[in-house]
Nanobody, 115 residues
Framework: QVQVVESGGGLVQPGGSLRLSCAAS????????TGWYRQAPGKQRELVAH???????YYADSVKGRFTISRDNAKNTVYLQMNSLKPEDTAVYYC?????????WGQGTQVTVSS
């Protein structure tokens, strides 16, 4: 089994920054793709960014230039650096690690952007 745990959410003012972490443990192997998703109240879950074990990245248009995804394979951790945060970034952020034919999800971490 694979365990995925997110951390780093919180309350931040507009224009502020947060860094989310996604730590994986258990029966993990490469290659993998780890994605950050978010779900705001009343909205569907959406992909924010993802990164492959080889370092390839993808960003949703809404976060390009503001968010940066990175990985530390030695720590089995993926990060999401979020800068210039906007109220519309408020959501529960989920991490998902896909390896083989399985996807493993974390419990989510709340990000609230408000003055």
């Amino acid at each position: 089994q694979v365990q995925v745990v997110e951390s780093g959410g919180g309350l931040v003012q507009p224009g502020g920054s947060l860094r989310l972490s996604c730590a994986a443990s258990g029966s993990i192997f490469r290659p993998y793709v780890t994605g950050w998703y978010r779900q705001a109240p009343g909205k569907q879950r959406e992909l924010v960014a993802h990164i492959t074990s080889g370092g390839g990245t993808y960003y949703a248009d809404s976060v390009k230039g503001r968010f940066t995804i990175s990985r530390d394979n030695a720590k089995n951790t993926v990060y999401l650096q979020m800068n210039s945060l906007k109220p519309e970034d408020t959501a529960v952020y989920y991490c998902s690690r896909s390896q083989g034919s399985q996807a493993y999800w974390g419990q989510g971490t709340q990000v609230t952007v408000s003055s």
